[in-house]
């Protein structure tokens, strides 16, 4: 029997890739142009999105199908907020910061003439 690969997550356990796609749901440049993920979270980014829904998104469904998996990789996630699971409704995650007034994410660095 071989050892599970290094950087294979237990069960339970989020994976690196599916911690990293969670947090570019969430990124300022996402929330700007994604009109699904806005239609949650609102003009200001800080609505709050159901995590079962998070579950229903291909990317998400390719790295895991386990509701715990996600709500494990989303309390990693520096600036999200995630609901207990007693509130009505089922669980939801927020970010914790609003969406900058000036969008800069398309700014790249200055060229010298």
């Given at each position: 029997?071989?050892?599970?690969?290094?950087?294979?997550?237990?069960?339970?356990e989020?994976?690196?890739?599916?911690?990293?796609?969670?947090?570019?749901?969430?990124?300022?440049a996402?929330?700007?142009?994604?009109?699904?993920?806005?239609?949650?979270?609102?003009?200001?980014?800080?609505?709050?999105?159901?995590?079962?829904?998070?579950?229903?998104?291909?990317?998400?469904?390719?790295?895991?199908?386990?509701?715990?998996?996600?709500?494990?990789?989303?309390?990693?996630?520096?600036?999200?907020?995630?609901?207990?699971?007693?509130?009505?409704?089922?669980?939801?995650?927020?970010?914790?910061?609003?969406?900058?007034?000036?969008?800069?994410?398309?700014?790249?660095?200055?060229?010298?003439?």
């Open positions: 029997m071989q050892p599970p690969a290094a950087d294979a997550a237990s069960p339970g989020p994976s690196e890739a599916l911690v990293e796609q969670l947090s570019f749901y969430f990124t300022d996402n929330l700007r142009r994604d009109r699904f993920m806005k239609s949650y979270t609102g003009a200001d980014g800080t609505g709050a999105m159901p995590i079962e829904t998070l579950g229903t998104f291909n990317r998400i469904k390719a790295l895991t199908q386990d509701v715990a998996t996600i709500v494990a990789a989303l309390r990693l996630i520096p600036g999200l907020q995630v609901s207990d699971a007693s509130e009505q409704g089922g669980q939801t995650v927020q970010r914790t910061r609003t969406l900058p007034a000036k969008d800069d994410s398309e700014v790249g660095p200055h060229l010298p003439t």
